[in-house]
């Protein structure tokens, strides 16, 4: 019996293995090839995303590669009154390298009453203070300023002086998939935002965690400079639209009409690079694990 | 039948079979059982976030959780190195010790394989289910002490309290702080 059960585990061991043979990736995913659209150089970001270490599951390094396979340009990392992520990624660096999309730094300033996606700076910005405040803080430090999820519970927080201090707004956060009335408050927001503050930007994110897929919601940026500071003076500009997880776009009409295809292609196709085997790979080590678990690493009557 | 299975379903009677097993077990033997565990924590973590595993992905994450059994092995090590000396051992103790994570480790690749989203499955039926493996663990804990440690029952839950409430009050901690729970607390109270 103990010769069957020891054979069982290298069997489970060796289905592991393999398992992590056949999904390893290929090489490095190439990036996307340029979008150009009426002058601009269409970039897609997810602006709301958390890390390890804070209270998302993927260290930033993991991210810019799932990010990569997602078909994103950028993410901000944006963990709760926090840059600590992005810091530790640039400091592991020559050790993880810098494959996959653009890392640019950023916190969700959490405060009592609304929380602001704020990228581009790494500069520490007090939370005890109105949004509007937060806001003049976020450009001071370089920055952009932008509502997170602004529910109907967040209206006494983003007055009038604050949606006109803002950079953009989250029209298209994942939530809105699981919540019919947050989709309904958001849209609210939205339009009373652009009422007050017309050029506003629409913004699209995933507020990933740990389940919904990096990049289910992302925001297309139309910039004319490269990099981080080409997205920010676009988000700025309000040169933005928001993608959800459907492929629904949302944001200025002449902009939406520019990248809705891209929206629609990238909510619905799959992930870069993956392939049948990749997936077969991935259930057997699943199955592996399982297996492991259950047969233990010790007999229960030993000789 | 493996202890792992065993322990689920009859936590006493398996530890104490396992207690009366006459076997040393070297230091570095006593690691496997969290390190399989941290490996479970990795392949489960990548599986849901990203929707697959590769090397490189699981080696990540297993790295960067393993810190959360870290917690686990230094929480247990503290209650159980005392009485341990004067039974199987410390590192028997700490490795049967381990022998009923199971349970938790079952409950995470199958969160991994329920893979909930916005868009497709809830994530209700995963939290509720956690009840299982919350229960299961308290059971085992407090036959390992019983049967393994050789402590009375008063002392052998006292011990399971004081193990269950530092390891959910470490990760509490860890979590508030990470998701800013005291404006968050503000806002509710406002």
């Not at chain 1, 069957?4 to 293995?17: M, N, Y």
């Not at chain 1, 201090?165 to 809105?176: H, K, M, N, S, Y």
């Not at chain 1, 919601?217 to 400079?225: D, E």
């Not at chain 2, 919350?134 to 006292?158: G, Q």
Request: hydrophobic share 55%.
């Amino acid at each position: 019996m103990d010769r069957v059960v020891f054979g069982a585990r290298v069997a489970a061991a060796v289905l592991v293995s393999m398992g992590f043979m056949l999904s390893r990736d290929a090489g490095q995913l190439a990036a996307r090839p340029p979008i150009e659209r009426a002058g601009y150089s269409v970039a897609a970001v997810d602006l709301h995303v958390h890390s390890f270490p804070g209270d998302g599951v993927l260290p930033p390094w993991d991210i810019a590669v799932e990010a990569r396979r997602r078909r994103l340009d950028a993410v901000a990392l944006t963990n709760h009154n926090s840059t600590h992520s992005w810091r530790l990624a640039q400091l592991l660096a020559p050790i993880t390298g810098r494959a996959g999309a653009l890392l640019m730094p950023g916190r969700e300033l959490t405060s009592a009453g609304y929380h602001l996606a704020i990228v581009g700076t790494t500069q520490a910005i007090a939370w005890r203070q109105p949004a509007s405040a937060a806001a003049a803080a976020a450009h001071a430090a370089g920055g952009v300023a932008i509502a997170a999820h602004p529910a109907r519970r967040n209206r006494a927080a983003f007055d009038d002086a604050a949606l006109v201090a803002l950079d953009g707004v989250e029209r298209a956060p994942t939530l809105i998939h699981a919540n019919d009335q947050l989709d309904e408050e958001l849209t609210a927001f939205y339009e009373r935002a652009r009422r007050v503050h017309p050029s506003i930007a629409a913004i699209g994110s995933t507020d990933f965690h740990r389940f919904a897929p990096i990049g289910m919601g992302r925001t297309y940026v139309l910039t004319s400079a490269p990099g981080q500071a080409g997205i920010l003076d676009a988000i700025r500009a309000g040169r933005t639209v928001a993608c959800d997880g459907l492929g629904r776009a949302y944001g200025p009409a002449k902009l939406v009409v520019l990248v809705q295809s891209d929206c629609r292609s990238d909510a619905t196709m799959p992930p870069d690079g993956q392939t049948g085997a990749a997936r077969v790979g991935t259930w057997m080590v699943w199955i592996g694990m399982v297996a492991l678990v259950l047969l233990g690493a010790s007999s229960l009557h030993p000789r | 039948m493996s202890p792992e299975i065993a322990l689920m379903i009859s936590p006493r009677r398996t530890y104490a079979a396992l207690a009366q097993a006459p076997r040393s077990t070297p230091i570095l033997v006593s690691l496997r059982r969290p390190a399989l565990a941290a490996l479970v924590l990795g392949v489960s973590l990548a599986m849901a976030a990203t929707g697959r595993v590769t090397p490189a992905l699981v080696l990540s994450t297993t790295l960067c959780w393993s810190f959360a059994v870290a917690i686990q092995a230094a929480v247990a090590l503290v209650l159980i190195a005392g009485p341990a000396r004067k039974t199987v051992g410390v590192p028997r103790a700490f490795d049967l010790f381990f022998a009923g994570h199971a349970p938790w480790s079952l409950w995470l690749l199958a969160v991994a394989a329920w893979a909930p989203s916005q868009l497709g499955r809830p994530l209700t039926p995963i939290l509720v289910a956690a009840i299982v493996p919350l229960a299961l663990t308290v059971r085992i804990v407090s036959a390992f002490f019983v049967e393994v440690l050789e402590l009375d029952r008063r002392d052998a839950l006292l011990r399971t309290g004081i193990h269950q409430l530092a390891i959910w009050g470490v990760l509490s901690v860890l979590f508030a702080t990470a998701v800013q729970l005291v404006p968050r607390v503000l806002g509710w109270i406002a």
